[in-house]
Every structure is written in structure tokens, then in C-alpha cells.
């Protein structure tokens, strides 16, 4: 068997189109676009080129988007100061803090004090806590795991019932996305560095998201044949023979994977530019709810 390989950025630049139109519907009712505020503290070069790709990609569909760019110096106080200026300005309707934050600084407290309405992020504790719990509904959703189900829809996955494999518990994506399958009726089963015989476990899945940042650490003969893959790893790996001597593979090693999956995701180019899509149409969103429309 040979998968369908899923191109995320076709889906991704498809659904930009519409969040475009949805912009200038906005601005030319409203006399001013739909804003996202952006706070990135340090210097880490992939959160740096992360917080570019996502303002870009904003102002290319029409939007407005301010920056606090801070240095890794930066106090709890001067970040603190940052998200509440954002909460303040009437023009921004969307607040991404980039995470990881340095150790010095409080995660915790800075991710509560954005503004429920404005965290476009989904990681406001109330908005997490509201996704964890049967019969609530967050405000917003993570935007990476958001991607992942959008995926998994233009795949053809049947979540009801399946059977569902995270590969990964982070905040940002294993554990956000294990909930969102959950309430998508999946049987969700949830591994990590600890887990035994995760081979056997994924077996079993009918659907896999691997999410662990492991270059090509699934193999094609841990997976039930026809299962749908998402891949969410981007690690970059050594390799003499590309343009600047690396190149980014997945979590999946996809030449075994693709031999046995039904469909799988690509990388680069599958679920990286849905995070960024995802972040947008929420943003968007929300500038349409604090105008009290729904669409
Ligand atoms: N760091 C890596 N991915 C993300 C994300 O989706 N949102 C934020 N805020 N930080 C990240």
C-alpha cells in the first residue's frame, strides 16, 4: 500500500484565501482590520523565525500585528507589562505569547492574565480547563492541535470510536489534542517517553499523532495498515547534501510509514502551516465577536 501523502499547505494557503476575504469584509465594515498582538521574550532562534512566520502571514491576509519583542533579560514586571498593554488596545482582538518563555519568567501567571477573549492561543487556563470538561466549550482552541483535526478531517477520518494514539503530552500539543479528540468520541490512548511497548500501542490506532520531537521515530511496522498519521514533528537533522546542511524531518519515518498508512501527513509542509492558518481564523474570530457577529 502506498499512503496519501497530505499537503498541508495546500490546505493551509486554500483556507488563507478565505480568512483573506474574511478580512477585508471586516476592515470594510469596520474601518480597521483584525488585529493580533505578538509577545516574544529571548532569543531562540526557532521561536524568533516562529513569531516572524505568524506576523507575516497576518499582515499578507490584511491584518494588523504589533510586536513586543523583549529580550531574554526581560523582567516578570516588563512581560507582565507587554500582555497587559495587548489586553488594553482596542485594535487587537488576538494575543499570542510565545512559548517557551524563559525559566525566570512566570508561564503560569503571564498565560492568565491574557485576556479570555483574546487568547487566540487557547492556553488561558479557563479555555484549557474548558476543553478538559465534558459539556463546556473554550472560547478558542490551541492552534497546532486545531490544525492536527482540521487535518484529520480533509483526511476522511472517522473519529467516532476509533481508536486514537498521541505520541507526546505537552502542553502545546499531545495533551491538548488527546482532549480534542476526546470530545470527537475517539478512544484516546496517550504516550510519552515512559510509556511500554509503544510500538504495540500504536498497533492498535486507527489514527496516530505523533508528536514526541524525535526525528523519524515511528516506524512503518508499529502502524495497523490504512491508519492516518499525523505528524507533527519539525526536527532538524544534519545532512551534507542539502542547500545549508540541514534538513527538517518529522517524527515519523515516512519512507517505512508511508509503505503501510492509509494517509500521512507531510513535513516540512503539513501541519506546520496549518498552526499558522489556525492562529489567523481565530484571531479573525474574535475581532468578529468583539463586534458581536458570530462569522
Ligand atoms: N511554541 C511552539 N508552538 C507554539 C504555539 O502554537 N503557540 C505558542 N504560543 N508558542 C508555541
Redesign the pocket.
Known amino acids: 500500500m502506498s499512503a496519501q501523502i497530505i499537503d498541508g499547505q495546500a490546505i493551509a494557503d486554500e483556507i488563507r484565501t478565505n480568512i483573506a476575504a474574511e478580512v477585508a469584509r471586516f476592515q470594510a465594515q469596520f474601518g480597521y482590520p483584525p488585529g493580533l498582538g505578538v509577545v516574544l521574550v529571548g532569543d531562540n532562534p526557532a ?1 524568533a523565525q ?1 513569531v516572524r512566520m505568524k506576523r507575516r502571514a497576518c499582515e499578507s491576509a490584511g491584518m494588523k500585528s504589533v510586536g513586543h519583542i523583549l529580550p531574554a533579560s526581560a523582567t516578570q514586571a516588563e512581560v507582565e507589562a507587554a500582555v497587559k498593554a495587548l489586553n488594553d488596545d482596542p485594535t487587537i482582538h488576538g494575543i ?5 518563555l524563559p525559566p525566570h519568567i512566570d508561564e503560569p501567571t503571564i498565560l492568565s492574565m491574557v485576556s479570555l477573549e483574546k487568547d487566540v ?1 487557547g ?1 488561558h487556563p479557563i479555555n484549557i480547563g474548558r476543553l478538559a470538561m465534558k459539556g463546556r466549550e473554550p472560547l478558542f482552541t ?3 492541535p486545531t490544525g492536527c483535526m482540521v487535518l484529520l478531517e480533509r483526511m476522511g477520518a472517522q473519529l467516532e470510536g476509533a481508536n486514537a494514539v498521541v505520541i507526546g503530552r505537552s502542553n ?2 499531545g495533551m491538548p489534542v488527546a482532549l480534542m479528540l476526546m470530545k470527537a468520541n475517539a478512544t484516546v490512548t496517550v504516550c510519552h517517553s515512559r510509556t511500554r511497548d509503544l510500538p504495540e500501542i500504536v498497533r492498535r490506532a486507527d489514527v496516530v499523532i505523533a508528536a514526541i520531537g524525535r526525528p523519524n521515530y515511528v516506524k512503518g511496522n508499529w502502524l495497523k495498515p490504512g491508519a492516518i498519521v499525523i505528524d507533527v514533528g519539525t526536527n532538524q537533522i544534519d545532512d551534507p547534501t542539502a542547500p545549508r546542511g540541514y534538513r527538517y524531518v518529522g517524527d515519523v519515518e515516512v519512507a517505512t510509514a508511508q509503505e503501510v498508512a492509509g494517509a500521512i501527513t507531510k513535513v516540512p509542509g503539513g501541519v506546520g502551516p496549518m ?1 499558522i492558518t489556525l ?1 489567523m481564523q481565530n484571531t479573525l474570530k474574535s475581532a468578529w465577536r468583539s463586534v458581536g457577529a458570530t462569522t
Do not use: G, K, M
Not at 499570542?96 to 517557551?100: A, F, T
Open positions: 521561536s516562529y499570542l505569547v510565545q512559548l517557551p492561543d492556553f490551541p492552534a497546532t502545546i500539543v498552526t492562529l
